[in-house]
């Protein structure tokens, strides 16, 4: 008759502990962003009308159809970006009634643009509405904001936190200033605070509550999702190995 040492019975196969630690990343960067990164449709269609009025036959008429349409488009999709800056919209019905409104109005005024007979009245008062703006305006808009975003791009990477295995890291100034939290027995909490951001940039607030420390919000963290699940995952494979370091015998 053999016998069995009790660590070797409770000890897990090193080749399946060696892949799940593997997996694992080193670390995991998390960065709140202002919200002026949702308005990136809006900065994408003005490059689309810059380049539609740079390079097509289109001068500056208002009874030029082709000219009235992309500034029509653009103020549209701008007004949405700008009441997604504004509002939020924390459950889909809200954001739905909202997309609907938006419909309904873009809709008009298409209809007064091309068929104004159609609304009567409104459809001569909407055929009057003709806003034009020019390649140039549609080309200054875009590298405004996008030395914007530039800019926010490079504020953000002296102001960013950072997840390992056994602690919770903030770097913070141009001077790399560093605040160290306890990792272990950290809870995190996610939430969607606004439907609509989170369809343009997967983005949501994290709340992560150290261990007798205070809650720690970050706001507008992009991919919130896949940072929540690589969050838990390398919490969950500490939380393995400390109950697996204490047993006796082990």
């Known amino acids: 008759m053999t016998d069995s040492h009790p660590s070797e019975q409770i000890k897990p196969p090193a080749k399946a502990q060696a892949r799940a630690e593997k997996k694992l990343p080193a670390s995991i960067k998390l960065v709140p962003y202002p919200k002026i990164v949702f308005l990136y449709p809006a900065w994408l269609t003005s490059l689309a009308a ?13 009874d030029d159809t082709s000219a009235v349409v992309p500034t029509l488009v653009f103020l549209g999709i701008l007004a949405v970006n700008l009441v997604v800056l504004g509002v939020d919209f924390p459950r889909t019905t809200s954001l739905t009634l909202f997309f609907f409104a938006a419909a309904v109005v ?11 007979a159609v609304l009567g009245a409104i459809g001569d008062l909407l055929k009057k509405f003709r806003p034009l703006a020019s390649a140039q305006f549609y080309w200054a808009f875009f590298c405004i904001l996008g030395a914007i975003y530039a800019l926010v791009w490079i504020v953000v990477h002296f102001d960013y936190w950072e997840v390992r295995p056994n602690e919770l890291l903030h770097h913070h100034g141009v001077l790399s200033g560093l605040e160290r939290f306890s990792a272990p027995h950290m809870t995190i909490e996610k939430e969607i605070t606004d439907v609509f951001e989170y369809l343009l940039l997967k983005s949501g607030r994290l709340i992560l509550q150290p261990s007798n420390e205070r809650p720690i919000v970050l706001d507008n963290v992009l991919f919130i999702e896949r940072k929540e699940i690589a969050i838990t995952r390398m919490l969950g494979a500490l939380q393995v190995q400390v109950r697996q370091e204490s047993t006796p015998g082990g």
């Open 50 to 62: 810059a380049i539609y009025l740079s390079f097509g036959k289109h001068p500056l008429d208002p």
């Open 106 to 116: 873009m809709g008009l005024i298409l209809i007064g643009e091309y068929h104004p």
